[in-house]
């Protein structure tokens, strides 16, 4: 065997997905065939929350202590601009992975980062784009300030001008330390959304909050009047499979089925179970599409041909579960598919119904340029990492 590639990986704290890293590591291996396994050896290092300075600092210990060929892990893409010159000093390629929290860049930052994106801006996008087509103006976004710092309610928002839309009511929830940012605010909200009588409500929460603004929702005048429109967060398994006894329906758009029969995702599902004995969420599949991708380098990096690595990260593609996938955001990378979800919640849990298909967004759109110059919260923790 050649020597170990050591890749440094950026390891972030989620309260939310406690998982994260780890079950992007799985899914890493998962996609690389056995044989190859021991050639990748994965140096963590605890990042927090992930903001800049602190992946900065981590990138600084892997590269000059640890070490490592490559750097990998979840970050934020508010934090890229800053580890570039470090990257590109070190002359070796990076691959992050994230939520899709945020838009990528309208330009490239550098030709040795690659990125892995669940990519839930595009969901968002297309959306926006189906609800406005099919419950007419105006519909209202309801989120709290954490959700609100992201680009996901911009990408929504976006999605629904495409369509059409003038009007789309944004509501806010104020910020309470040490509480709930959903049950004492919520009830003002719901009552001004039925005295506006919205078209539509759209909810962007993650993790208890979400939880907790369904339960409310339900006990709310909007129920079974006022169509409720989620994002693929809020309407995965994660969050909906504790709410079977609901019994309502919402609406969603899906980038990934995870109870999806075609031989892509089964050949996902078998690899993850065989390697970690665990059911896969997103972050695996991210990990996953990853190792796929790195079975097509391994001559290079047996070789440690670092040059070659780069070149073939920026020209290949993988085919996974998620269709046709590229690692860096060129016009002419491939764009997702969507589905357009109704979802049905009873006593036998969550039941999906692919209704449509979702439009997503070009990678040379000019809607980028418009939601990184409106969108100033900073935040600069990836998605879920609280």
Not at 47 to 76: C, N, P, W, Y
Not at 89 to 97: D, N, Q, S
Not at 228 to 249: K, P, Q, Y
Not at 290 to 299: E, T
């Amino acid at each position: 065997m050649a020597q170990p590639v050591r890749i440094g990986f950026l390891s972030p704290y989620s309260s939310i997905y406690p998982g994260m890293v780890p079950g992007t590591i799985s899914g890493f291996y998962s996609g690389i065939p056995e044989r190859y396994h021991g050639l990748f050896h994965i140096v963590p290092e605890y990042i927090g929350q992930g903001g800049e300075k602190t992946v900065l600092e981590a990138v600084h210990k892997l590269i000059g202590f640890h070490r490592v060929d490559m750097l990998a892990g979840v970050i934020s893409y508010r934090a890229l601009p800053g580890l570039v010159p470090a990257i590109e000093k070190h002359g070796r390629p990076a691959l992050f992975f994230d939520a899709g929290e945020y838009l990528p860049y309208p330009h490239p930052l550098s030709d040795v980062i690659f990125c892995n994106s669940f990519q839930l801006w595009q969901s968002q996008s297309a959306l926006g784009e189906w609800a406005h087509r099919e419950f007419g103006e105006k519909g209202a976004v309801v989120m709290p300030i954490y959700d609100a710092g992201y680009h996901l309610q911009s990408a929504f928002r976006q999605g629904a001008v495409t369509a059409g839309a003038e009007a789309l009511d944004l509501h806010v929830l104020p910020y309470r330390p040490g509480g709930s940012q959903v049950t004492e605010a919520i009830g003002e909200v719901f009552s001004a959304l039925e005295q506006a009588r919205v078209s539509f409500v759209h909810a962007v929460f993650c993790g208890t909050e979400a939880r907790e603004f369904l339960h409310a929702f339900t006990q709310s005048g909007l129920k079974g009047k006022v169509p409720l429109v989620v994002t693929a967060h809020m309407a995965s398994d994660e969050i909906l499979g504790e709410m079977g006894n609901l019994d309502m329906a919402l609406y969603s758009a899906s980038l990934w089925r995870p109870g999806a029969q075609d031989d892509a995702n089964m050949a996902f599902i078998r690899n993850v179970r065989d390697f970690a004995h665990q059911k896969p969420d997103f972050y695996t599949l991210l990990g996953y599409e990853a190792g796929l991708l790195f079975s097509q380098l391994i001559p290079e990096c047996e070789g440690r041909d670092w040059e070659a690595v780069k070149v073939k990260m920026s020209q290949e593609t993988v085919a996974g579960p998620r269709g046709i996938r590229s690692f860096c955001m060129a016009p002419s990378a491939p764009c997702p598919a969507v589905d357009i979800e109704k979802i049905i919640l009873g006593s036998n849990g969550p039941q999906p119904l692919v209704i449509g298909q979702g439009m997503p967004l070009p990678y040379n759109h000019a809607v980028y340029e418009t939601i990184h110059r409106e969108n100033i919260s900073g935040w600069q923790n990836p998605y879920l990492c609280v």
